[in-house]
Nanobody, 127 residues
Framework: QVQLVESGGGLVQAGGSLRLSCAASGRTFSSYAMGWFRQAPWTEREFVAAINWSCGSTYYADSVKGRFTIYRDNAKNTLYLKINSLKPEDTAIYYC????????????????????WGQGTQVTVSS
């Protein structure tokens, strides 16, 4: 059974930092792109960042460029998101996701491109 389990969320003040982790089990995702998405109340799930299988290609939403860093450790089957300079508008549930087909350097920023999803971790930023 494939599982993606996020951790690392919490309540932080604006300007603070967090590191989110996503531990995968049930299969190896080292050959597939993975990504982070987020969903705030009353909004649709939106793309945050994605990384290809070899860590050679990353893609970020404009709203997080320069503040968020996505990386992965394939040996540990774990995906990370380092978040700096947090803003109140970053408040959301953060989900990690994984594809199930190889895509080379392509890192799709679309919800529909990902098959496996975690349960999410809440990030709340106070002003």
């Amino acid at each position: 059974q494939v599982q993606l389990v996020e951790s690392g969320g919490g309540l932080v003040q604006a300007g603070g930092s967090l590191r989110l982790s996503c531990a995968a089990s049930g299969r190896t995702f080292s050959s597939y792109a993975m990504g982070w998405f987020r969903q705030a109340p009353w909004t649709e799930r939106e793309f945050v960042a994605a990384i290809n299988w070899s860590c050679g290609s990353t893609y970020y939403a404009d709203s997080v460029k320069g503040r968020f860093t996505i990386y992965r450790d394939n040996a540990k089957n774990t995906l990370y998101l380092k978040i700096n300079s947090l803003k109140p508008e970053d408040t959301a549930i953060y989900y990690c996701a994984a594809r199930n087909i190889p895509s080379g350097d392509y890192v799709p920023p679309f919800v529909r491109a990902y098959v496996y999803w975690g349960q999410g971790t809440q990030v709340t930023v106070s002003s």
